[in-house]
Structure formats: structure tokens, C-alpha cells
């Protein structure tokens, strides 16, 4: 965690000393109110905290490079208003409804250690779910790409990632993106992430 003149700035893992980290800065510089992320992984239950601070204070956030998992999870998604630098990246890879998911179907074939992983899984959803209905986002932006009628959790890719009218549709607020092209988000290295269509979101999770 860096401080500059006019933001805050955070590279790398989202975890809880990033998070009290923050919190002391919020507290010491309350003129402050933008944070700049690059993020590929980051502890979930650490990144959903994040945003809960963001969200409080009306943080905008800048991605300089990379948002991935949790940051894109929990902390692009509760930011005030979003900027994406051009060539950066912002990324779903599934949350706490993939999470419970899986481990139901892990309790189903190794009932002691399954049951176990359920239980974690059901107290992750929980709080993922009491989250997005803080911050009035639709939860599902974390799994839509699983759907069978999209095909974007293939070999081929590492996440998906949503245009900027879809973002909106899910009740993100302002997002602007450097790329030309703004019905792709992000443009470049596109080849391993995959876009979400939401224009039949009937069809898709419900």
C-alpha cells in the first residue's frame, strides 16, 4: 500500500494487514477518496472488506493493470466510479456461488470432508451475498460466465469480463474504459478472457 498526492495505491494480493492498511489511511487522509489497483488474486473475505470501505467513503478506482478474482469481485464493483487504463485487464473468475457449487457436489461423493467444505462454503455465500445487497450490484456478475449458453469457462479461458452497458445493467455506476473499442472490456490479450452477452439474460442464471 502506497500514498500519493491524490490517491491511494495498492499492487498485488488483497489481504487483511491491506485492509486495516487502508483503513488507517482513510482515517489520516479523509481528503483522499481515489484508490489505484493492480490485482490478479487476493483473499476473498480481505477484498470483500476493501469494498465495503470503498463503498462507504465513495472511492473512485483506477485499474492501472490488472483486476482479477476478488478485486474484481468485491472492489471494482463497489467503487463509486471505475477507470481502466488502456491495455489493463478486469476479470470474473467465479465466487461464493461457484464455491457452493462445487462443494455440494463434493458432499454428495466424500460426505465426512465434503460436509466440512460446505459448511465454509455456506458462511463465504453468506457474506458474499450479504455484500452485493449493500451495494445493490447483482451478485451473479461473478458466475454468469459459467453459464452453458454463454461457453466462456472453457481451456481456452482464464475469465470473462462484461461490456460497459452490462455493467451498468447489473447496477455498477460509472465505468470508463481507455480502450477504443468500449464494447470490449478490456481490448487487448482478449484471446484468453471471453465477453458475457447479458442481452438474453432470460435465458442465462436465474
Known sequence: MQIFENHFSIQGKVTNSTVEQLENLVADYPEVTELHISSETSDPMAAMQLGYILYRNAFDLRVT???????????????KTRTVDEGAIVAWAGGALEQSRLSEWTSTLFPGVGDFIAQNANAYLRRETRFFNRINVDQYITVYGFDKNIGCMTEQYQGFYYSEADLLSMGLGPSTFAETDTSRVPNPRTDRYCQVDLSNRLLLIN
Do not use: H
Not at 493493470?65 to 467503487?79: E, L, V
Open 65 to 79: 493493470d490488472i483486476c482479477k478474482q476478488g478485486c474484481a469481485n468485491y472492489i471494482f464493483t463497489a467503487a
